[in-house]
RNA sequence: GCGUGAGUAGUUCAGUGGCAGAAUGCGACCUUGCCAAGGUUGUGACCCGAGUCCGAAUCUCGGCUCGCGCACCA
């Protein structure tokens, strides 16, 4: 990670902005001291991940993904044949003297270049005895014994063996017949599913940014490998230019902007087909729809070494956060045929398409795999503003139409007429909007919480508002103030929140 | 998981082997015409467990959690 800006005193009050604000809470359960990597969304920070989850529904949606939701557990059979049961199962050692914890095959791997997957565990501790490796944190003997540790989160259901999901993309993978009559036997298609995913993390760190549990957000298009290049979105977005960076830029050190084009990406075999580009996009549009700035985006490319499994092309979307520097939010897969190959082997049922001459073909399928969690929190920590008291505002400025909570409502003084015209308008305008309402507090302190839970407009209801039945709405930003017409209100807020209309062309 | 530091009101911090403090927040009342305004008042905490001790929030041990570094993060 570069551009590790760090400063103590921003991430305490980060931290406890994270916590009082109402966003996120934990680790949970707080009042029996917390069990790391698991947390409660507070009031807000639920709004604003619904936020985030119905942008990513609206853009899978108009680009032709339809959402489907599958179950949490699945039987070990299903796990044995993705291959997760195996890959997300490390075979662990231990040091004799400091007892530090290391993957075995990895430690062979690294001192000696021989692939120790195939090995068993004895071979493993032959090899480590007969090769004299040691401990490379103390140099010290290893404890002569293969230990397993496992990322799957295990359960028994009706005397089977089950797990829940350590991705949602299997269970998406899993109907595949199902959308193939849906989709009345025309590939390509689209399906997304947006759910809980579970991962037993030896030290999960870093609030939501790496939980046990989270919710992911995948989208998998399923298409014939012989029609990859010939994917008709590809027209419109080959011009458009993306923060490519490559495998090969990576090695020369540092990054540094330089967009290209979809197109050229595919030129100089940065990406393999059409689809996978349109992928790219697709994904990058996802985060540029929840008003990440460009800058803080780019794609990076996976090494060789680092690629999944399943992976055929990879590249990874990294957010460069605040807190953090670079992390990594979203990965783009080309998963070829390996998922459908291996269910249909492991549970005897076919799953292909047929072309128009009859002839039979195992899809491919293209992921799209993020989550909520991180862009929720990426949110926060790019757009929190802590400012002192005297020189500014604390604003969470986090972009209007991903703001948790749309219009807040205040009267002027916290006057019966006052109050009772107020709870009218917020009435009203509760069938369209998610509305605040508060009357304690002078009017600026009514403002800075506003501001503060990001919220974009402020209406004050005054005394002139019985009378000429209008009310002051206030910018978060610029902190102006309009007068508006309230039978106007709703529609207004209308054009202001889709960006119809900005707040500087109202009169 | 290893090493290391830490855990006291909602938040940020102070503190002592002997009645637990501040600031801020929050509530109520008064006041207040767009202001992080003012006054009065209230609310609210020693992470959990065991031990030592007349007495532990303070000392010791264990656990849990958090921060940082390492490792892990298909």
């Not at 949606?61 to 890959?87: C, M, Q, Y």
């Not at 800058?295 to 055929?312: G, M, P, S, T, V």
Request: glycine share 6%.
């Amino acid at each position: 990670m570069e551009n590790k800006v760090r400063n103590k005193n921003n991430e305490k009050d980060f931290a406890s902005f994270v916590q009082e604000a109402g966003l996120i809470w934990g680790p949970s359960p707080e009042i029996y001291g917390g069990l790391a990597g698991f947390y409660t969304y507070g009031p807000l920070g639920k709004l604003l991940k619904n936020k985030v989850e119905n942008s990513v529904r609206k853009i899978f949606n108009e680009n032709g993904f339809r959402e489907i939701e599958g179950p949490t557990v699945l039987p070990n059979e299903v796990w044995k044949a993705s291959g997760h049961l195996d890959t997300f199962q490390d075979r662990i050692i231990k040091c004799k003297s400091c007892s530090a914890v290391f993957r075995a095959d990895k430690l062979i791997e690294e001192n000696h270049d021989v692939s120790a997957d195939s090995f068993s565990d004895k071979e493993i501790l032959d090899f480590i005895k007969k090769n004299k490796i040691k401990c490379p944190t103390c140099k010290g003997e290893f404890i002569p014994k293969i230990e397993l540790q496992s990322l799957m989160m295990g359960t028994v259901v009706g005397g089977k063996a089950a797990s829940l999901r350590p991705e949602t993309a299997t269970g998406t993978y899993l109907p595949y017949m199902r959308y193939y009559n849906y989709f009345r036997k025309k590939l390509p298609f689209g399906v997304f599913q947006i759910g809980k995913a579970y991962r037993n993390e030896i030290s999960p760190r870093q609030n939501v940014l790496r939980g046990r549990e989270f919710t992911q957000a995948e989208g998998q298009i399923f298409i014939d490998p012989q029609e990859k290049n010939n994917w008709e979105g590809y027209d419109k977005v080959k011009k458009e230019k993306l923060p490519f960076w490559s495998e090969e830029e990576q090695k020369k050190g540092k990054y540094s902007e330089k967009s290209i084009s979809v197109e050229d990406a595919l030129k100089k075999n940065l990406i393999k087909s059409q689809v996978y580009g349109w992928c790219i996009w697709l994904a990058y549009v996802q985060f540029r729809n929840f008003g990440i700035p460009e800058e803080k985006i780019r794609l990076r490319q996976h090494h060789k070494e680092e690629k999944a499994f399943y992976a055929d092309d990879a590249w990874d979307i990294e957010l460069n956060l605040n807190n953090y520097g670079w992390t990594e939010v979203c990965g783009v897969h080309d998963r070829t045929d390996y998922d459908l190959t291996q269910h249909s082997k492991s549970s005897g049922v076919k799953l292909e398409g047929v072309r128009e001459n009859g002839e039979k073909f195992v899809p491919h399928v293209l992921e799209i795999a993020f989550g909520t969690d991180r862009p929720t929190y990426s949110l926060i920590d790019l757009f929190y503003e802590k400012k002192e008291e005297g020189e500014g505002k604390t604003t969470f400025k986090v972009p209007y139409h991903m703001s948790p909570i749309d219009v807040s409502i205040f009267p002027l003084m916290k006057k019966e007429e006052l109050k009772e015209f107020s709870e009218k308008i917020k009435k009203e305008l509760e069938k369209s909007f998610i509305v605040d309402y508060d009357y304690s507090g002078s009017i600026g302190k009514r403002y800075l919480r506003s501001a503060m839970q990001g919220t974009p407009y402020a209406i004050t209801v005054d005394y002139d508002s019985l009378k000429d039945k209008s009310v002051t709405v206030r910018d978060r930003d610029t902190e102006k103030q309009k007068r508006v017409k309230i039978e106007e209100l709703r529609d207004i807020l209308f054009e202001l929140t889709t960006g119809e209309k900005d707040f500087s062309d109202l009169e």
